[in-house]
Structures are given as C-alpha cells and as structure tokens.
C-alpha cells in the first residue's frame, strides 16, 4: 500500500496550483455534484452530529463548501502540498496531513465522511481497508458520501489518470463492498459522461446503521 500512496502524493504535490485552478469555483458546473453533496450535508445536520471529514480534500474547495452548508467541516489529504495550500486557501478551517487507512479521528466521533473522488487511485485489493476505516470514524446513523468514476462493465478498469494510475467502478460492485464494510446504501446517481473516456459520474450515499 505504501509504494503506490508514495506515488500518488508524489504526483499530486506536483500539481497543486494547477489542479486548485481547476476545481476552484466549489462545482458549480457541476449540478448533479453539488445537489448530491447538498443532500449529503442536509442528511448528516439531521443526525445532529455536524462533524464532517472531508478525507481526500485536495485544495479544500468541498471542505470549504461542506461548511458554508452547516457543518463543522475539516479536510485531510495524503498531500502535504495539498494541506498547505488548503489551509493558505481557506485559513479558518482545519486542514491535516493523513493516510486514508489511518484517520486520525476517534471511533465513532464523526456524522459525515466525504470521499468525493479520493478513493480513484486505490487499487481493488485495498479499498475494503480504506472503507472500513471510515466507518470506523463514523458514528452510527453518519453518512458516507463516496464518489468516483463510474464503468458499465463487471469488474474494476484500470486507467491512466492525468495525475495517478485510478480505477473506475461498477456502481453495484462498489455498492456490495460498502455493504460488507457494514454500510447500508441509502442513495445512488449515476450520470455520464465524467470525461472523454466514458466513465460515470457515480455517488453513493450511505449509512452506518
């Protein structure tokens, strides 16, 4: 795990201004996105509990955004260039440097995790680690809200990202696997298409019972 996560901060510190630039305006070309995440910080202020991890916050623009929509929002990303510009960016909130498989959050303290396209450049093998972490974090009755690119076919693809090596996902595989994580799948969306390759835009929204 630690070879491909070396790698992937690596390429990430190395494209920090330029991939801030690009997600700077917080989705708003993005409707089914944002309403999805809207939905998302709705649900957990719900639960009562406003703590939200925004875990592969990049930049910090849904971090930022999962606060101006109530929460009590903080991001943390595998990137230490990544944290340094979110915290210039957004300077009264939290912003840590963390692995994934290793929060650093208490059992059970948190109402919301967003993985909003964090989990991309886990290979197969690996993601039911990084799902169980979360709901480890995730008190009961929180939220998951994980996102990314979306395939048709029966099994993960394997594709070159513009930053890192990702994999794309069968909505109901994804689904299966945060159901043994012991999450219940309370919402999907798929839309399409993400890029010029083809995938879906896939959210799932689940819950810790």
């Known amino acids: ?24 305006n917080r989705l708003e070309t993005q409707p089914f996105a ?33 606060s101006d929509l109530g929460l009590d929002a903080f991001g943390l ?46 290979p197969p093998e690996e993601l039911p680690a990084l799902l169980a972490e979360q709901v480890r974090v995730l008190a009961p009755g929180g939220l998951l809200l994980a996102s990314f690119f979306g395939t048709e ?14 994999y794309s996902w069968p909505a109901e595989q994804f689904a299966e696997l945060l159901a043994g994580a012991g999450l219940v799948t309370v919402a999907r969306l798929l839309h399409d298409p993400a890029s010029e390759r083809g995938f879906l835009d896939t959210h799932l929204l689940a819950r810790r019972p």
């Open 1 to 24: 795990m630690l070879k491909h996560q070396d790698q992937t901060r690596a390429a990430y510190d190395g494209v920090v201004e330029l991939y801030a630039s690009m997600f700077a």
């Open 34 to 66: 944002r309403n999805m995440i809207g939905a998302f910080a709705e649900l957990v202020r719900d639960t009562g509990n406003l703590r939200a991890a925004d875990v592969g916050c990049g930049p910090g623009h849904l971090t930022a955004m999962l």
């Open 77 to 122: 990303d595998l990137s230490p260039a990544m944290v340094a510009h979110a915290r210039r960016a957004h300077p009264v909130l939290r912003f840590d440097e963390a692995r994934m498989e290793a929060l650093p959050v208490e059992d059970g303290a948190l109402g919301g995790v967003l993985a909003h396209y964090s989990m991309i450049h886990t």
């Open 153 to 166: 076919g029966p099994e993960p693809v394997r594709f070159d990202h513009k930053v890192a090596p990702a």
